[in-house]
């Protein structure tokens, strides 16, 4: 549920402030589906570097009474997470293509040192 109605009802304020807010979050949100649409294609990887971060959100949920980690550590952590997916994917999709340049006929082969 969107905190949209829990503004209206418990502000005093001009409605100005609270149109914008949302406007400008409604207008964010569809940027960044653009955004991710256009590239989930690209990144074969990506659905796993999510399910490590829900997986370190939900530890970090269960475990918050024994072990505190800094907020700064909670973004190194999501920012590696979704570096690491984003980089495999790419990886992967440079071997397929040298992969499928060499199944070609008549290509060069590529030989390691």
Do not use: D
């Not at 659905?47 to 829900?54: Q, T």
């Not at 997916?85 to 040298?98: C, G, I, Y």
Request: charged share 10%; glycine share 8%; with cysteine.
């Amino acid at each position: 549920m969107s905190s949209g109605p829990w503004c209206w009802c418990c502000s005093r304020w001009t409605p100005c402030p609270l149109y914008n807010s949302n406007a400008f979050a409604i207008l964010g949100l569809r940027a960044l589906y653009l955004v991710l649409a256009g590239t989930v294609g690209t990144l074969r990887y990506l659905h796993y570097g999510l399910a490590g971060v829900l997986a370190f959100a939900g530890l970090k949920m269960v475990l918050e009474p024994w072990l505190h980690v800094l907020p700064m550590t909670s973004v190194l952590i999501i920012v590696t997470l979704i570096t690491g997916a984003a980089w495999a994917s790419q990886r992967a999709r440079r071997w397929e293509a040298r992969a499928a340049a060499a199944s070609r006929p008549g290509a060069p082969v590529e030989r390691e040192a």
